[in-house]
């Protein structure tokens, strides 16, 4: 038989979840997000279950993101099917679930965390990152844009971090992800296993089980270095809070230098629907509720399902033949119009509404 693709225990208290594909870097399958579905909420009511611990396996990712390339080939090979509806849906849902979830939520990110899997990370009460942690958001590369509550939590970094991070796909490591409060703690690969017996033998009952988490990962947690975050966002903010694409672009040449020369290449490989799109999400979601902002962003993912969007040339280019020559429409800034952006952001007819 095949292993499962994730794996659930419950061990001297705590719920522990492995995401099990480390060949595919423990990229996000509709499977894993169903038995997710299916376990979670039975492990909330558990008292037995003080909090939840995820991990990845293997010695890579945490987890690099959602299964996009298995995502495209279902929705190529069965075009009528459901998956481009039940994908996002369940995956939504998830996120808010952990988002809400009663318990301590603590993420060990030993490796990638990218994309689908930030929203596994980022919404919980504790991410602790290695020295092997590696950060992106780096949907706009795939025609897509920044989901799994992107909207919410880049709307909230430091001045234009969010913006910045999220049209360029910009990595970052422990020491920036601690700066900028992605996760909240730099703990070594070496001492992981020492931690969790740590929060197995503790007693985190109680309306301050938080605080008792935090305390325990204070003791094991250490220095992860200097940041190269704090100095580079004056030119973050002078150029990244510009009202729209096409001023981002003029202000980047106005900087010149080594770094906007950089970051103005990376914005003219990507797919410009997609970064206007991902502007506008952004603004919309930076003061919406986070039920409000996965509403927002499940019609923006409907949008992009449909048939010609960039999404299935990004993967196409990027994943599928590897070209790396995807052939956006429109190709150019100029060419997206606000009509275009707006479309992604009206009512579908399956809404994701949450109670």
């Known amino acids: 038989m095949a292993e499962a693709?994730?794996?659930?225990?419950?061990?001297?208290?705590?719920?522990?979840?492995?995401?099990n594909r480390p060949k595919a870097l423990n990229s996000l399958s509709h499977r894993m997000i169903l038995e997710m579905e299916r376990v979670l909420p039975r492990w909330e009511k558990d008292d037995a279950i003080k909090a939840v611990i995820?991990?990845?396996?293997?010695?890579?990712?945490?987890?690099?993101?959602g299964d996009v390339t298995g995502l495209y080939r279902e929705m190529r090979d069965n075009p009528s099917g459901t998956t481009r509806?039940?994908?996002?849906r369940d995956e939504y849902i998830v996120n808010r679930r952990i988002y809400r979830f009663a318990k301590p939520w603590i993420s060990m990110i030993d490796g990638i965390d990218m994309g689908g899997g930030v929203g596994l990370s980022v919404h919980g009460t504790h991410s602790i990152a290695t020295e092997k942690f590696l950060f992106a958001m780096p949907e706009t590369t795939i025609g897509l844009f920044p989901d799994v509550g992107g909207g919410y939590f880049l709307s909230r970094l430091p001045g234009?971090?969010?913006?910045?991070?999220?049209?360029?796909?910009?990595?970052l490591k422990a020491a920036d992800a601690v700066w900028a409060g992605i996760v909240q703690a730099h703990v070594p690969s070496a001492k992981l296993g020492e931690l969790q017996a740590a929060l197995a033998a503790a007693d985190l009952s109680g309306p301050d089980g938080n605080r008792k988490v935090?305390?325990?990962?204070?003791?094991?947690?250490?220095d992860p270095g200097v940041p190269a975050l704090p100095a580079l966002m004056q030119d973050i903010d002078r150029c990244f809070s510009a009202e729209s694409l096409s001023e981002i672009v003029a202000k980047l040449k106005k900087r010149h230098g080594e770094w906007?020369?950089?970051?103005?290449?990376?914005?003219?490989?990507?797919?410009?629907?997609?970064?206007?799109?991902?502007?506008?999400?952004?603004?919309?979601?930076?003061?919406r509720s986070f039920e409000d902002t996965m509403t927002i962003e499940y019609r923006m993912s409907q949008r992009c399902m449909q048939e010609g969007h960039d999404f299935f040339e990004g993967v196409r280019a990027l994943l599928i033949?590897?070209?790396?020559?995807?052939?956006w429409n429109p190709?150019?800034?100029?060419?997206?119009?606000?009509?275009?952006?707006?479309e992604h952001f009206k009512p579908v007819s399956n809404d994701l509404f949450f109670d």
């Open 321 to 327: 033949d590897k070209d790396q020559k995807p052939k």
């Open 260 to 287: 906007a020369d950089r970051q103005l290449a990376a914005l003219m490989k990507l797919s410009p629907t997609s970064m206007a799109i991902t502007l506008e999400q952004l603004r919309r979601c930076a003061n």
């Open 85 to 88: 509806r039940d994908f996002f």
């Open 160 to 171: 234009a971090l969010g913006t910045f991070l999220a049209l360029t796909s910009h990595r």
């Open 54 to 65: 995820l991990r990845g396996a293997g010695d890579r990712a945490f987890c690099a993101g």
């Open 5 to 19: 693709e994730i794996l659930f225990e419950v061990k001297d208290g705590l719920g522990v979840i492995t995401l």
């Open 214 to 222: 935090d305390k325990i990962v204070g003791r094991f947690a250490e």
């Open 331 to 342: 190709s150019n800034i100029e060419g997206v119009t606000q009509a275009m952006v707006d």
